[in-house]
Each structure stands twice: as structure tokens, then as C-alpha cells.
């Protein structure tokens, strides 16, 4: 909203619109205000996760008013190995270090809060008895 000294909206005041952190898009850089001081533009949030930010300029006088938000992750749509991975370790024993996998959304950030389900898929634990084992 744009007022004037005494807090009286002003309508047909150019405002600029400016990103200025997090990468996003405006749907217009440049609005006018209505007759009851009111312009807008609607923010795309950058592909990037965290703070997001954008500066208001009232063109006639260079008043300026910040807008920010938070970005946070979309949801996962890849899964990889992020440490851990190419071990050799004792039969029978732990790895020395823990398995870790990192879930990341379409732009590649760290998808958080993603439940990740474990399976062994080859060299697993095997027992063969010492009775049924042959020579040789």
C-alpha cells in the first residue's frame, strides 16, 4: 500500500519490483496502485531452498518497501549414496562407518523429512554348516 505524508492512500503510483535474493520471478516488475493505494505482483520462489527476497520502489519518490519468504525443498524424486558407500569390513561385522543416502527434489536440493527404506540386495549374510560343506 502506498500513502502519502499524511498516511492518505495514493492511487497511480508507479512501484518497481525487484528480486533480490533467491533467484525468483515476478509475475510484473513494474504495477500502478488503485484508487485504494494497493499493487501487487506475485513472487515464483528461486529453484534454490532458503530465504527469497524482494524490494518494492515507489518510482515518484524511492520509497522502498522488503518482502521475503523461505523456500523450502520439494519432495524427493532421487535417491543416491552420499557416504559410506565401497566398504570392506570382517564377515560377521559392522561396517566402520554408517551408510548414508541423499534424497534430493527436481532442482537438487537436500529433500528433508524423506523416509528411506533399506534393503540388501547381494551379500547378504549367509550360514552354510560345516557338515554340508565340501572338501576342497
Wanted: charged share 10%.
Amino acid at each position: 500500500m502506498v500513502t502519502d505524508s499524511n498516511g492518505n492512500a495514493v492511487a497511480g503510483a508507479q512501484t518497481n519490483w525487484t528480486v533480490t535474493k533467491g533467484g525468483g520471478s515476478l509475475s510484473a516488475a513494474s504495477t500502478t496502485t488503485n484508487a485504494s493505494g494497493l499493487t501487487s505482483t506475485t513472487l515464483t520462489l528461486g529453484k534454490v531452498n532458503g530465504e527469497n527476497q524482494l524490494v518494492a520502489v515507489i518510482a515518484a519518490s524511492g520509497g522502498t518497501a522488503i518482502f521475503g519468504s523461505i523456500g523450502d525443498p520439494g519432495s524427493a524424486v532421487s535417491i543416491g549414496p552420499s557416504s559410506g558407500n565401497n566398504q570392506t569390513g570382517t564377515v560377521g561385522a559392522a561396517l566402520p562407518k554408517s551408510l548414508t543416502a541423499i534424497c534430493l527434489d527436481k532442482y537438487g536440493n537436500g529433500a528433508s523429512h524423506t523416509q528411506v527404506n533399506w534393503t540388501v540386495v547381494s551379500g547378504g549374510r549367509y550360514h552354510i554348516p560345516i557338515a554340508s560343506r565340501k572338501p576342497g
